[in-house]
């Protein structure tokens, strides 16, 4: 949850394989659900007994629980194969992705790093080349580690000398990962391999690094139990793990984060300490001669980072009496707010982010949840637009500061990512990589409009669809929200969403509060005990597509992962008429009990506590998706996916959600629940299990919508 974007990249699917007469046999019978104990587990929140039937299914590792796991996929298959434009579809999405896809590259002195997936390879591989005209070659093939593809690599970071790379390693999608240590020059690995590593970066100085890890712990609890203690520790290139020094831990308050940044001169080791996923404090020291931290900021109410070390001055970007963010200038030696100095003042868009390259600065706006960039010199804070080819996402814009080009990349809906190379003495931009489609994006049109929420408060939603779609009531449609920990949904590309676009579908995606597109007040007023915004602003954007007349609720899906997967349970439970079909992806559905696994402690300060106040509790009962499932009632139909390596939002919160909802369900609507083997919260998932999962959703949505296909 505490990535920047965290984007369920969804397509719809109109499916013409299944004709009337099958859906039909699918519609009428009632799917005989396997059975699930229930237990009689009770907990006690401030005078209140809240029964937990389903509690044994949180220890995923049990015999029980797996053959319950079994059954269920068992029900979820057999309903899915009954599609017959299923397997139309998966081929559909297979050419729609088969094209090579590439990064920015990363510069490492005179070589260059950069990621490449020639089309339908599960991981994208790692190439090396010297020179800018140099002949790429492999660096690291994930495939070749993996065959099945459910090994992910990606760099962390390169030495200043340029002659290593830090390389994150994870399995199965877990949110736990090994760093290795590779030779640039001879892509020869080191010996020592760092584990029980989560959430980290590496921080190099002249010999080695910094990076964050956690306790080894204890054996059969890896993917559930609370993880605490997260400590910084150096290591020194030629050693092995064992020998690193431990540079910072906090046993008095073993639940919080830290994570490191060492400033470009080498001469400031940053160090950052959060509660969970909000505010944060930031200390500092001297990389040589400093022994302790001294605090820059403290407490949790704010986010304040430094971009870089100048002059003596440290530059930060900050929430601090500027909800929209700022750039500051502070002095390690007097770090006292009467010794601020403004360097970009507050405006009236979000300053999203500040980055360094070429001796400049790159201030990264949100305008209306699309970025717009400028290029500012530091000390006369003379600043350029960088022009862009239109409202959409960009990336990138960072590097060394004698660096005389940088590259980013751009997206929209209807804008494959494209990286560009931008040269800073001109001030110009020339594409330097362009994806070749199968498929005309100039055939759709994307928009912004505003509608009201429930309280009055505007709230604006991106549409799109096929130019010369015509609003009838009647287009299948596709909303997908979010609303939560300050993540911004900005345009971006996806091809499953173009399967969707090309059979005359709408995807729409509203800027929920909770969100960071509107700033600091935006996600303040979608946390803790204004949550329930979040779902008045989703079912507003609902009401508003069915008014506009670009659909009705018999051709509506939600969806949303992660807390999206939140949003849509809690809205499908407070309206279940308003929508055909749900997709809760990995959510977190215990609002009560979520606290008590993996990193879930770190999600307080966005959700509250249940075992904190009465008032909390009440507010968190009060919408908690598992606890206000009401028996009796025609609830949509409903895909539930989550994965048996997620030990981000555990699985378990998917069983019980699952669990509860057939049990309460009336009705013929499927209730089904899909549990992916080998896979995680989403990070790292292979090509081949993407296009097999949103195949079976799409085939699912449109079955139950009884939509056609063109294909």
């Not at 939603?461 to 009838?472: C, E, I, Q």
């Not at 399967?499 to 509203?510: C, K, Q, S, T």
């Not at 507003?540 to 939140?566: C, F, M, Q, V, W």
Request: charged share 25%.
């Amino acid at each position: 949850m505490i990535n920047k974007k965290i984007l369920f990249l969804l397509g719809l699917f109109m499916g013409s394989g299944l004709n009337a007469q099958v859906i039909d046999r699918m519609q009428q019978p009632v799917l005989a659900y396997p059975d699930t104990r229930k237990g009689d587990v009770v907990h006690e929140y401030f005078g209140t007994k809240v029964e937990d039937p389903y509690n044994w299914l949180e220890n995923d590792r049990a015999e029980e629980t797996e053959q319950w796991v079994a059954d269920q996929n068992k029900v979820t298959s057999f309903y899915l194969d009954k599609i017959n434009s299923r397997e139309s579809i998966a081929k559909r999405l297979k050419e729609l992705m088969n094209y090579p896809k590439v990064s920015s590259p990363i510069k490492a002195g005179e070589f260059y790093f950069f990621y490449k997936n020639d089309g339908l390879q599960n991981q994208a591989v790692i190439y090396l080349q010297k020179g800018e005209k140099g002949e790429p070659e492999v660096f690291i093939d994930p495939n070749e580690v993996n065959p099945e593809g459910t090994t992910s690599i990606s760099i962390v970071s390169v030495s200043d000398d340029y002659k290593y790379v830090v390389l994150n390693v994870a399995e199965a999608g877990s949110d736990w990962s090994k760093f290795h240590v590779m030779e640039i020059e001879s892509k020869r690995k080191l010996n020592a391999e760092l584990s029980w590593i989560k959430f980290s970066g590496a921080s190099w100085d002249e010999n080695g690094f910094y990076y964050s890890r956690y306790p080894e712990p204890k054996k059969g609890s890896e993917f559930s139990a609370a993880n605490s203690n997260h400590m910084v520790y150096y290591h020194k290139i030629g050693d092995v793990q064992a020998e690193d020094k431990l540079v910072y831990e906090n046993k008095e308050n073993p639940n919080l984060y830290h994570w490191t940044s060492v400033t470009e001169d080498n001469k400031y080791l940053i160090l950052y300490a959060a509660t969970g996923t909000d505010g944060y404090e930031c200390m500092f020291k001297e990389v040589e001669g400093q022994s302790t931290f001294k605090k820059l900021f403290s407490g949790f109410e704010n986010k304040s980072s430094v971009i870089d070390h100048r002059d003596g001055m440290f530059l930060i970007h900050t929430d601090i009496d500027a909800p929209n963010y700022r750039l500051i200038a502070v002095d390690p030696n007097r770090p006292g707010p009467d010794t601020w100095k403004e360097v970009i003042p507050e405006k009236e868009h979000l300053l999203e982010s500040v980055s360094t390259g070429g001796g400049k600065y790159y201030a990264n706006y949100l305008e209306k949840a699309s970025n717009k960039v400028y290029e500012i010199d530091y000390g006369s804070n003379v600043a350029r637009e960088i022009a862009l080819p239109g409202a959409g996402s960009v990336s990138g814009f960072s590097g060394k500061r004698d660096y005389a080009k940088l590259f980013y990349g751009y997206t929209s809906f209807n804008y494959p990512y494209t990286i560009f190379e931008y040269d800073i003495a001109s001030g110009k931009s020339k594409v330097f990589y362009q994806p070749e489609l199968k498929f005309n994006p100039e055939d759709f049109v994307s928009k912004q409009v505003t509608y009201e929420s429930k309280d009055g408060t505007p709230v604006s939603m991106f549409v799109v669809h096929k130019k010369g779609l015509v609003l009838d009531g009647s287009n299948p449609t596709f909303l997908y929200g979010y609303g939560g920990f300050n993540i911004s949904l900005t345009p971006y590309f996806s091809t499953s969403n173009i399967v969707l676009l090309e059979n005359g579908g709408v995807f729409a995606m509203p800027n929920l509060r909770g969100g960071g597109e509107y700033g600091e007040n935006w996600h303040k007023a979608g946390m803790l005990l204004k949550k329930q915004n979040v779902f008045d602003d989703f079912i507003a954007a609902a009401e508003y597509l069915i008014d506009e007349k670009y659909t009705n609720p018999k051709r509506l899906a939600i969806a949303g992962g992660s807390n999206g997967g939140l949003l849509v349970g809690a809205c499908m439970t407070q309206r279940p008429e308003l929508f055909r079909v749900a997709f809760p992806a990995v959510g977190v559905m215990d609002m009560l009990r979520y606290h008590k696994f993996t990193v879930g402690w770190g999600w307080i300060p966005e959700y509250g506590c249940s075992d904190s106040s009465k008032v909390h509790f009440d507010n968190l009962f009060g919408y908690s998706p598992l606890h206000n499932l009401k028996e009796g009632v025609e609830y949509p139909c409903t895909m539930v996916t989550t994965a048996d390596h997620d030990d981000r939002v555990v699985p378990a919160h998917s069983f019980k959600f699952a669990a509860r909802l057939q049990e309460c369900h009336k009705g013929k609507n499927p209730v089904l629940i899909r549990i992916e083997t080998d896979a995680g919260h989403g990070a790292g998932k292979p090509t081949v299990k993407i296009i097999q999962e949103q195949a079976d959703k799409w085939a699912f949505m449109f079955a139950n919508m009884r939509a056609k296909i063109i294909y």
